[in-house]
C-alpha cells in the first residue's frame, strides 16, 4: 500500500506509533492531535500535571455532551530484537499495520480524530458538544492523568453526559463485544512472620514457608462470591512470593507475597480484606498487610447511550454487541463516579501489549466508520 493513498485513519495512527510514547511520555502524540481537532474548531487546552501530558479539547457548549477518552502513552516494547519490525516505525504488512500502541490504543484515538474530523465538517451547527479527554498517564500510575483532568472539569461545572473510552474492548472483531463497566481492583502486599535458623535445627526456628502454605492454599481455592448479572465472580491471584537469604542452609525469618483482588459489585472492600485476614489469624500466622485499592467496579446499565452504540455498530457490521464487564482496569473508573454513562469500543484486544502488536486495516477504518454513525444517532 502506497503511503500517499493511505486511508486518513491510517496514516494518523501511524503518525502516532511513530511516536515513542512510553508511559508517562506523550512524546508528541498530542500535539499531533490537538492541532487537528483546532484545525475544526476544538477549543485545545493542554493540561501538565508533574510529568504527564493531558489533553482537554471541546466543540460546542450545548449539551449533550459526548467525550472520547483515550491515552497516548503505551507500554515499553521489550527489546526490540525480539519484533519482526521495529515498534516504533509503523509497518503495514497484508493489510496490517505494526507497531507499539496499533491496539492499546492509538488506532482508537486516530478514528476517533477522523470519525469527528468527518462528522464537524459536514455537521457544523449540531445540538450539542462533543470533547477529548486524552492523558499519557494510564499504563502508569494513573495519578497525574484523568483523574486530575476530571476534578478542573468538575471543579469548572462541565458536565459529561457521555464518554466513550477507546480502549481495545473487542473480541474477534470489531463491534462484537462493549465494556459496560469494569470489576475493581484490591492489591494486598502481605508479610508473613517466622524466626530464621539453621536448617539443620528446625526446633528452634519457625519456616514462614511452611507456616503459611496451608493458608495460601485455602485463599487460592475460596469462591468469594458469584459474581451478578453483569459481572463475573470475583477472582484472587498471588503475583509474587520471595522468601530466603539465598543461602540453601537457612530457614527464612519472613516471607512476603503481593496478591491482587478483581472484584465485582457482589462483594466489598472491607468484606475481602475481614475474610483475607481471618483466613490469616484461622491458621495463627504472624503477619502484616497493606492494602492498596487502586479502581472501585463501575457499570453502565443499559439506557440510551449502550442502545445508541449498539446500534451504530449494528447499522456498520451486522453485530449485536454483547455487552461485558471483564478485562483489567481502565481510566473510565474516573469518569463514571460523575454520573456520566461510560461505554468502552476499540479494536480487538488480541495483541494487545504483545510483541509485534498489530490492527487490522479494515477493523480500523470499520471502527472509524462506528464512531461517525454513533455521532450522527446522538446528535441527528
Not at 473510552?165 to 508479610?191: W, Y
Not at 528446625?202 to 493458608?215: C, E
Not at 475481614?274 to 492494602?291: C, D, F, S
Not at 494487545?352 to 477504518?365: G, T
Request: proline share 6%; net charge negative.
Amino acid at each position: 500500500m502506497i503511503k500517499s493513498k493511505l486511508p486518513s485513519v491510517v496514516d494518523l495512527t501511524s503518525q502516532l506509533i511513530a511516536c515513542p510514547s512510553v508511559t508517562p511520555q506523550d512524546a508528541g502524540c498530542q500535539k499531533i492531535i490537538s492541532q487537528r481537532l483546532a484545525a475544526i474548531g476544538f477549543q485545545c487546552e493542554p493540561m501538565q500535571f508533574s510529568d504527564v501530558n493531558n489533553l482537554w479539547a471541546r466543540y460546542g457548549t450545548r449539551s449533550p455532551l459526548i467525550v472520547f477518552a483515550g491515552h497516548t502513552d503505551v507500554v515499553p516494547p521489550g527489546p526490540t530484537s525480539d519484533w519482526s519490525s521495529p515498534p516504533f516505525q509503523p509497518d503495514i504488512r497484508d493489510n496490517t499495520l505494526y507497531g507499539r500502541g496499533a491496539v492499546d490504543m492509538k488506532s482508537a484515538i486516530a478514528a476517533m480524530v477522523t470519525a469527528v474530523e468527518t462528522f464537524v465538517k459536514t455537521n457544523p451547527i449540531f445540538p450539542g458538544s462533543i470533547g477529548f479527554l486524552l492523558t499519557s498517564d494510564e499504563e502508569g500510575s494513573a495519578i497525574n492523568g484523568t483523574v486530575k483532568v476530571m476534578e478542573t472539569l468538575l471543579q469548572r461545572g462541565e458536565k459529561i453526559d457521555y464518554c466513550l473510552v477507546g480502549e481495545p474492548s473487542s473480541n474477534k472483531k470489531v463491534g462484537d463485544q462493549i465494556r459496560i463497566g469494569r470489576r475493581g481492583s484490591l492489591h494486598a502486599k502481605i508479610t508473613i512472620h517466622g524466626k530464621q535458623g539453621h536448617v539443620a535445627h528446625p526446633h528452634l526456628a519457625m519456616n514462614p514457608i511452611h507456616t503459611s502454605a496451608n493458608a495460601l492454599h485455602e485463599l487460592a481455592g475460596i469462591e468469594w462470591d458469584k459474581g451478578n448479572e453483569y459481572y463475573p465472580p470475583t477472582t484472587f491471584q498471588i503475583s509474587n512470593i520471595h522468601s530466603g537469604t539465598g543461602a540453601a542452609n537457612v530457614i527464612p525469618g519472613h516471607l512476603d507475597l503481593l496478591c491482587n483482588f478483581r472484584f465485582s459489585t457482589a462483594v466489598t472492600v472491607n468484606e475481602l480484606k475481614e475474610r483475607t485476614e481471618a483466613i490469616l489469624k484461622k491458621h495463627g500466622l504472624q503477619y502484616n498487610v497493606e492494602w492498596h485499592i487502586s479502581a472501585e467496579p463501575f457499570l453502565t446499565k443499559k439506557g440510551k447511550f449502550i442502545s445508541l452504540v449498539q446500534q451504530a455498530i449494528q447499522d456498520i457490521t451486522g453485530l449485536s454487541a454483547v455487552l461485558s464487564t471483564g478485562g483489567g482496569t481502565s481510566d473510565g473508573r474516573f469518569i463514571a463516579p460523575t454520573g456520566t454513562e461510560v461505554i468502552e469500543l476499540g479494536v480487538s484486544n488480541a495483541t494487545a501489549h504483545h510483541v509485534n502488536e498489530c490492527v487490522d486495516l479494515d477493523e480500523l477504518i470499520t471502527l472509524e466508520r462506528i464512531y461517525n454513525t454513533l455521532l450522527h444517532h446522538i446528535f441527528d
